[in-house]
């Protein structure tokens, strides 16, 4: 996502920022120490972000090794593995539905909004792809029956983008539109 100017830029981070929770602060300063103290512990708040702490129990309460697989993922951010500064995200993303683990794929992607808001767009971006592929290879849907069917529903990847931040809604969305193709495809 081009921004045509800086400013634009500088807003678009600042919103995700803020729709993710984040807090911002501006503060003046008598002297260049106490500006290095502040900035060093910005910095330390923002790594504790990324490492995933203080978030709250209803995610700590997933199995331990899901969620050391996220934090992982979300460490991994920008790595030069990856094509993409998300592809670690991704690619663990496309291995929890491989798993049929959507609570979790929602899960990692509500904690990878927390820890890199400037990135959860582009991931999100990427959810109705992987959707359609798990449809296809764990739900039983014929690819001209999802391709028929998100044509007579055009705004279905923006109904599943809006539920990925609520896992139970998360997991019932997808299994609705496995339901729905699947029901489309015995009518015709």
């Given at each position: 996502?081009?921004?045509?100017?800086?400013?634009?830029?500088?807003?678009?981070?600042?919103d995700v920022?803020?729709?993710?929770?984040?807090?911002?602060?501006?503060?003046?300063?008598?002297?260049?120490?106490?500006?290095?103290?502040?900035?060093?512990?910005?910095?330390d708040r923002r790594a504790k972000a990324?490492?995933?702490?203080?978030?709250?129990?209803?995610?700590?309460?997933?199995?331990?090794?899901?969620l050391h697989r996220i934090a992982e993922a979300i460490a991994s951010q920008g790595s030069a593995a990856y094509t993409t500064p998300s592809g670690p995200v991704l690619d663990l993303l496309a291995k929890l539905a491989e798993e049929d683990d959507l609570a979790s794929f929602s899960r990692a992607f509500i904690l990878l909004a927390r820890a890199a808001p400037a990135n959860a767009a582009f991931?999100?971006?990427?959810?109705?792809?992987?959707?359609?592929?798990?449809?296809?290879k764990h739900r039983?849907?014929?690819?001209?029956?999802?391709?028929?069917?998100?044509?007579?529903?055009?705004?279905?990847?923006?109904?599943?983008?809006?539920?990925l931040r609520d896992p139970?809604?998360?997991?019932?969305?997808?299994?609705?539109?496995?339901?729905a193709i699947k029901q489309g495809a015995a009518t015709h």
């Open positions: 996502m081009a921004d045509p100017t800086v400013v634009r830029r500088v807003k678009r981070q600042r920022r803020l729709a993710e929770g984040w807090q911002e602060v501006r503060v003046w300063v008598p002297t260049e120490q106490d500006a290095n103290d502040i900035r060093t512990l910005a910095a990324k490492a995933l702490a203080s978030l709250d129990e209803g995610i700590k309460s997933m199995p331990p090794e899901t991931v999100a971006g990427a959810v109705p792809a992987k959707i359609s592929n798990f449809l296809i039983g849907v014929k690819a001209t029956a999802l391709s028929k069917w998100t044509e007579s529903n055009p705004d279905w990847a923006e109904d599943l983008k809006n539920a139970d809604l998360f997991v019932r969305v997808v299994e609705g539109f496995a339901s």
